[in-house]
Nanobody, 127 residues
Framework: QLQLAESGGGLVQPGGSLRLSCAASGFTLDYYGIGWFRQAPGKEREQISC????????NYAESVKGRFTISRDNAKNTVYLQMNSLEPEDTAVYFC????????????????????WGQGTQVPVSS
């Protein structure tokens, strides 16, 4: 059974950093594009980043560009989201999801394209 599990969330002060992990079980991530999403209370889920199955292409939402970095380590079957300069507006539940299988050097910034989802990890940003 294909499963994704996010970890690394937790309370952080404004200006701080966190690294989220998205670990796969039951399948290998090698042939899947991975997206990171977040959902703040009372708001719709938004996609903030993605990385292609090849690892050669990434995309970011304007709201996180320059602060967040997505990466993947296929040997560890894990995708990461490094989040720097966090702001209270970044407070949300963060999810990862997989799109595939496909071997392609682009990734999609559309929530509906992703088939397999994790349960999410909370990231409150507050002093």
């Amino acid at each position: 059974q294909l499963q994704l599990a996010e970890s690394g969330g937790g309370l952080v002060q404004p200006g701080g950093s966190l690294r989220l992990s998205c670990a796969a079980s039951g399948f290998t991530l090698d042939y899947y594009g991975i997206g990171w999403f977040r959902q703040a209370p009372g708001k719709e889920r938004e996609q903030i980043s993605c990385i292609s199955s090849t690892g050669g292409s990434t995309n970011y939402a304007e709201s996180v560009k320059g602060r967040f970095t997505i990466s993947r380590d296929n040997a560890k079957n894990t995708v990461y989201l490094q989040m720097n300069s966090l702001e209270p507006e970044d407070t949300a539940v963060y999810f990862c999801a997989a799109d595939g299988p496909k071997w392609i050097n682009l990734c999609v910034m559309e929530v509906g394209e992703y088939d397999y989802w994790g349960q999410g990890t909370q990231v409150p940003v507050s002093s």
